[in-house]
């Protein structure tokens, strides 16, 4: 179009080529940052790639940090001996806001997925497998999501794990709290009557 | 939160800062950044920078540019004498997307609106004005949007226009096509028969 410059156009580009962003959103956002001071724009380019020249995985956990080994990992208030095992670090930003949960994570960085050509190789399996020859580990609890990819893949590494004479635990799945019967689907409510527990 | 790194909340409140993305979408996005190619982050950032610094109003109709005078403003197969009057450079994009009005625009940057403090010194009225002292306009076509700040500021810039012997004009509201009688709002339909026109 005649009437948007180059520059405007490009940084119209960078933003829809976000997910979840589209065209028109890509449109107001660019718009809204050359109203805000040079300042401000400034820091934000600049938070990028600070971000992302700085945070790369830990070490142990896998999970994004800006050191070699995370805050969780080196932390001697965590308990080394309980491992929850998930897909991506947003998971691990869900458990911790719960401020319950104290042992460590273990961060897959992705699920088995045949399909799209995701074996065990492509994710951080073998970190996992060389953390357990270093440490000793009681119970490894899989919290991957309740999809296909999800339960293989915590399929397949409790098949791997059991054998090693470690304790393979699975998130609980069922009717969500605060949720009526009538309305939860099919699929979830054949597993909270397959999972029923004593009372 | 211990397991959020400095450099990442930093990203993510910058993301967070920009309208219409909350917490939850900043962190999808920062995240999102963060699995990107380094030199895809610095294209990024490096198209904020640009954008914010070549990109200024246009001389003359305070449209965004990257040159002194916008192509608009710059082309000869425009119609001078024809300027359409708009709050933002949104509407000049909507306007230009018709690719059927060969006039040229007039961008205020902002609405007359008292209770936000904001007078006709703070939108760029007397560009405008300036602007008709120099070239000689035939019609000025108000196109702001139709609210109270809209229809204020069309009011206010009709009055101080029509004693300079120039031809106001006033774009059409009514029952948007395709629309349905039945669900139209009542002001809008209030409007539809108020404007009516001979057929």
Request: charged letters at 25%.
């Amino acid at each position: 179009m005649a009437s948007t410059p180059l520059p405007l156009t490009r940084l119209i580009e960078h933003f829809a080529s976000l997910p979840g962003i589209g065209k028109k959103s890509a449109q107001r956002l660019a718009f809204y940052l050359l109203s805000l001071p040079g300042e401000q724009v400034e820091s934000f380019a600049e938070a990028m790639l600070t971000a992302k020249r700085t945070i790369h995985h830990c070490k142990i956990c896998q999970n994004l940090t800006d050191q070699e080994i995370c805050d969780i990992c080196a932390s001697p208030q965590r308990d080394g001996g309980t491992i929850c095992v998930v897909e991506s670090p947003k998971d691990v930003l869900a458990f911790e806001r719960l401020n319950e949960y104290k042992g460590k994570y273990h961060v897959l960085h992705g699920l088995i997925s045949p399909l799209d050509g995701i074996g065990p190789e492509q994710i951080k399996v073998k970190e996992l497998l060389l953390r357990l020859q270093q440490t000793e580990v009681q119970e490894i609890i899989m919290a991957t999501n309740p999809t296909i990819e999800g339960e293989a893949t915590a399929m397949y590494l409790s098949k791997i794990l059991k054998p090693l004479g470690i304790k393979v635990t699975r998130l609980a799945f069922g009717i969500p709290i605060g949720a009526e019967l009538e309305y939860t689907d099919n699929v979830t409510l054949n597993k909270a009557l397959e999972n029923r527990i004593d009372m």
